[in-house]
């Protein structure tokens, strides 16, 4: 660590003595049990930002598991309505394919009937 005028603050652990940084609180340089007492709000505020994060991020997952669950409704309703016209425009084309052969038939009973005849 290189030199500061700063007032430090020395604790003396198992390992010898250590130089702790400077903690400055809203009223001044913070040593002993108000340093303490910073770091464990600092802490405290850490653990509350790290829960509120994943509130919203459990939060997001459901949203997003709910959008993907409507979007795939959503699929399943569009196929049903593909199909539904698939199955209109063939009953419209197998009708129209039988009234084409029923005006064949009869025109076909016309022109090979005598006149006057009536088939």
Do not use: Y
Request: aromatic share 2%; charged share 30%; hydrophobic share 40%.
């Amino acid at each position: 660590m290189g030199h500061s005028n700063q007032v430090r603050e020395f604790v003396i652990t198992s390992q010898g003595i250590e130089l702790l940084d400077v903690a400055v609180g809203a009223t001044g340089v913070l040593t002993g049990s108000a340093r303490a007492s910073l770091a464990s709000e600092q802490r405290a505020e850490s653990l509350a930002r790290q829960q509120d994060l994943d509130r919203k991020q459990r939060q997001l997952d459901r949203k997003r598991g709910a959008l993907e669950a409507q979007i795939e409704a959503m699929r399943v309703q569009l196929a049903a309505e593909e199909e539904d016209t698939r199955a209109f425009a063939e009953e419209a084309q197998d009708r129209a394919q039988r009234l084409d052969a029923v005006r064949a038939t009869r025109s076909h009973g016309r022109a090979s009937a005598p006149n006057g005849a009536r088939s």
